[in-house]
């Protein structure tokens, strides 16, 4: 590429860029107030619209004149709705508020932005550091994060792609247009980024072999069909920084020869569609995509394909059989969709935060992002975690991070004084670690060594009331549901399992069972077709493995250590701690099996009681009389009295 | 181009793009199988049934035969404890979903599960695991067919040999995972009509899941 090309690829980026920092300063020096509400799905979820009618009321009754600007999602899922208010005249720095409701935004207008008293009782910290109010960056949650993917989330407009811009968006995508696609690929293979999709294969190898693919059809697919219960970090990128994944696409697509792209997006993500939509058709306008972008002789658009919410779609055999309109079945590798791809042609199928991830490296280097996380798993990791966790959410940490430093130091550890039991890495797919592995480092090899795997970064704590067998139960039923039905081992050998599996949460499990588990588990591993089914076994191996003493609790004793297992637990109420007179158990059992003893005590009539826990739910703290026990026999019988005659 | 490679120790010759359930069928090798067809290029085998598996040199695992391409040299084992306890287990899990009931059957006798089950000297039984069976029995939603679903072992040669003979299916998957079964969507009842003067899925049927319906007096 000559001289003049480049030059005249970075003017073309600098007119742009230069016109959306015009723009943005506008906003930015504006002097008027500021409320930032964070308004991904998680947000609305919590009541985010609410809160923002809640605020514009408020503003125009009152005649404030203030900018509300909805932003992406800053992954901080304890706190939502999440509002930052900047207002430079109060003299405070800009504050960060959590859980703001309807009837907080009302008040947070009236005395913070009509008086000025920005309500220290209600703020989280301050977004800046400042000599006022002590910044959000002193808390473990917000200062031991390395954010490369989610860097803008929360801070821009998704839908606005000029906030993008002026951040300096689209940079990376002039800088590559200026190299060749080894040059490009080189780089990303400097950083030695791995796919975030799971099973952490060299991103710049597959490249690569896209590069190297005949046709000049070629195609590059990006997966968001994000399905893994608990995972939601593709969904939160593509709503809060929908750009960042656009840009890292067409630098894969300048990188591999593809001209076109498609991004194919669960339909249950209708407000990431649609953002994503409205994202590619402002970067159109805007000659990031089309023809001759930024006039570098580059041709590429981008498609959006709906995908139906079936779980083995996420598998890229089955996402290409359903975008070409067949049942979504995957079919055996080799030949990889980077040989065959859709419709028969080289198809490079990348996920979403691998592209996100994709123009940092290109502005930054290759070398700074292999100086973040370990040497053999470079970059960051977003994790979802949810669960027993104080503060749940989106993490975006260095890869190399302790599970310790994860869940108990960031996330602030397990709530209401319970103890870690376990914790489930990479959804249905991966392992249940126990308490021993907490000193794992998070990373690709370190995690599929423990028996877990990086997944896509779902993330799921559990804390002393979990049953292992449950949990276990839980995830092969969803894989069972799940299972597309083609090969043998996973469609009848997971529904084997899940048979057993669900014997002994009732209680009826059989001498042999966990030997039969294993085997089973085993050869469904070995047998499946695809990586679904291969994994499908993954959450009872690694739960056998270990927490055995559970699942031999629930054989040999008919005990539920997790207190979980409806059939081998029962309530009791202890009459040492039961009022006299105390009626709220009674009330609120929904098949009256509460009935007074003779000194106006009360008791649970076991025949009767369908372990509901209701009682234990309403029995004031102050007694706390109703126990949970297991095994169901263990609970002291007490006779219900004769009724009286009337 | 003719390529050699060594099958349990027996060397045998074949074309450089087939796969190696083809070269092992060809030269009178018997690897267990239901969905294969031969005219199956291994690109395009389903490897649906996991009963094909061997062992060849170089691979980690057990691989289905059906879907890899014979290379020059390669050392290929076809029974050894690691394979035959994978084909039993599918074998089993297979029986698990079927109703054993071989006398009233049209396949008996030229069963594929009956054939797999003595060339694996395994019984009809699937013992460790528990018979599960659908309902209904027969599925005669197609306008000249019956489908059984307790005999069909889901290979998917009905729904791909259909359309081969005619560019479009008349048959297909429906439903998912363990609840999958062979589907006639209610087309064309005419056309459905000609499935007798074609009778391909009748044919390649392995168990016997898709007969021609009998008129009420004959059943």
């Known amino acids: ?646 | 181009m003719k390529i050699t490679l060594t099958v349990d120790d027996q060397t045998i010759q074949t074309q450089d793009n087939s796969s190696v359930l083809s070269a092992c069928h060809s030269a009178g090798i018997y690897i267990p199988h239901l969905c294969w067809l031969e005219t199956d290029a291994p690109a395009d085998a389903p490897a649906a049934c996991r009963l094909c598996f061997v062992e060849i040199d170089g691979f980690r695992e057990p691989v289905a035969a059906c879907a890899v391409t014979v290379e020059n040299g390669m050392t290929v084992n076809t029974g050894t404890v690691a394979v035959r306890s994978l084909q039993k287990t599918a074998l089993k899990l297979l029986l698990s979903v079927h109703r054993v009931d071989c006398k009233p059957c049209p396949a008996n006798r030229a069963c594929q599960l009956q054939n797999i089950a003595k060339f694996l000297g395994a019984g009809l039984g699937c013992k460790p695991f528990e018979r599960v069976l659908k309902e209904p029995e027969v599925d005669v939603r197609h306008p000249v067919l019956d489908y059984y679903p307790n005999r069909c072992v889901l290979c998917g040669i009905c729904v791909r040999i259909c359309r081969q003979q005619h560019q479009q299916t008349w048959l297909s998957f429906a439903g998912r995972g363990f609840n999958t079964v062979v589907g006639y969507f209610d087309a064309d009842p005419d056309a459905a009509a000609d499935c007798l003067s074609c009778r391909a899925c009748l044919e390649y049927c392995p168990t016997g899941a898709l007969v021609q319906r009998l008129a009420d007096d004959d059943r």
């Open chain 1, 1 to 646: 590429m000559t001289v003049d090309a480049m030059q005249r690829i970075q003017a073309a980026y600098q007119t742009l860029a230069d016109e959306a920092r015009a723009r943005q300063a506008q906003f930015d020096q504006s002097p008027l107030p500021k409320i930032h509400i964070g308004m991904a799905t998680c947000g609305i979820a919590s009541g985010a619209l609410e809160t923002q009618a809640a605020f514009e009321t408020a503003l125009s009754e009152r005649g404030i004149d203030a900018h509300v600007h909805t932003v992406g999602c800053v992954g901080h899922c304890y706190a939502e709705p999440v509002v930052i208010i900047d207002y430079p005249d109060s003299g405070f720095p800009p504050i960060l508020y959590p859980e703001v409701t309807p009837g907080k935004a009302k008040m947070l207008v009236k005395l913070f932005l009509e008086e000025g008293d920005p309500r220290f009782e209600h703020v989280m910290g301050a977004t800046v550091e400042n000599e006022m109010i002590p910044s959000v960056m002193e808390f473990a949650r917000f200062n031991r994060e390395t954010r490369v993917i989610m860097d803008r989330c929360g801070r821009i407009d998704p839908e606005q792609i000029h906030e993008y811009v002026a951040d300096g968006g689209y940079g990376a995508l002039a800088t590559a247009l200026c190299r060749t696609p080894e040059g490009v690929i080189a780089e990303v293979d400097a950083a030695g980024l791995r796919g975030r999709g799971g099973a952490g294969f060299a991103t710049a190898r597959k490249w690569r072999a896209g590069w190297a693919a005949s046709g000049s059809d070629k195609l590059i697919v990006c997966n968001a069909d994000e399905g893994d219960p608990g995972a939601y970090m593709d969904r939160t990128l593509l709503e809060s920084n929908p750009h960042q994944v656009i840009e890292g696409m067409i630098i894969a697509a300048m990188a591999v020869g593809a001209a076109r792209g498609l991004f194919y997006v669960r339909a249950e993500y209708p407000l990431a569609v649609r953002i994503l939509t409205s994202a590619v058709e402002q970067a159109r306008q805007m000659n990031f995509l089309g023809t001759d972008i930024l006039g570098s002789g580059l041709d590429f658009d981008i498609d959006l394909f709906q995908g139906s919410g079936a779980f083995v779609c996420g598998e890229e055999t089955a996402l290409i059989r359903s975008v070409e309109g067949y049942r979504g079945m995957p079919r055996h590798r080799p030949p990889y969709p980077v040989e065959r791809g859709l419709d028969g042609r080289p198809t490079v199928i990348n996920n979403v935060k691998t592209l996100a991830t994709v123009p940092p490296i290109l502005e930054k280097g290759g070398d700074w992002f292999r100086g973040i996380g370990t040497a053999d798993s470079p970059g960051t990791a977003v994790f979802s975690v949810v669960g027993n966790v104080t503060h749940p959410g989106l993490v975006e940490i260095p890869m190399g991070v302790t599970l310790r430093e994860l869940i108990f130091e960031i996330c602030g550890g397990i709530p209401n004084k319970k103890q870690f039991k376990a914790v489930q890495i990479g959804g249905p797919s991966g392992g249940c670690l126990s308490a021993d592995f907490l000193d794992t480092p998070v990373d690709f090899d370190a995690l599929t060594q423990a028996g877990a795997m990086m997944g896509s970064g779902g993330m799921v704590v559990m804390d002393e009331d979990c049953c292992m067998v449950d949990v276990s139960r839980y995830f092969l039923d969803f894989t069972q549901k799940e299972s597309c039905g083609k090969c043998t081992f996973c469609r009848i050998g997971t529904h084997h399992l899940l048979e057993i599996l669900r014997r002994l949460t009732r209680g009826e499990g059989r001498e042999g069972d966990l030997a039969q588990l294993e085997t089973l588990g085993r050869a469904v591993k070995q047998g499946s077709l695809c990586g679904l089914g291969k994994t499908a076994p993954n959450p009872v191996l690694t739960s056998l493995a270990y927490f055995r003493d559970e699942y031999e609790a629930h054989i040999k004793e008919g005990r539920c250590p997790g207190r979980t297992c409806r059939t081998l637990t029962a309530f009791y109420i202890d009459l040492d701690k039961c009022a006299r007179g105390c009626d709220a158990c009674v009330g609120c059992c929904p098949v009256d099996a509460v009935f007074t003893t003779s000194n106006r005590k009360k008791g649970i009539d076991q025949q009767v009681c369908v372990k509901c826990g209701e009682c234990m739910v309403a029995c004031p703290p102050d007694y706390d009389a109703v126990v949970k026990i297991s095994p169901a026999t263990l609970a002291p019988i007490i006779e219900r009295p004769a009724e009286k005659k009337s």
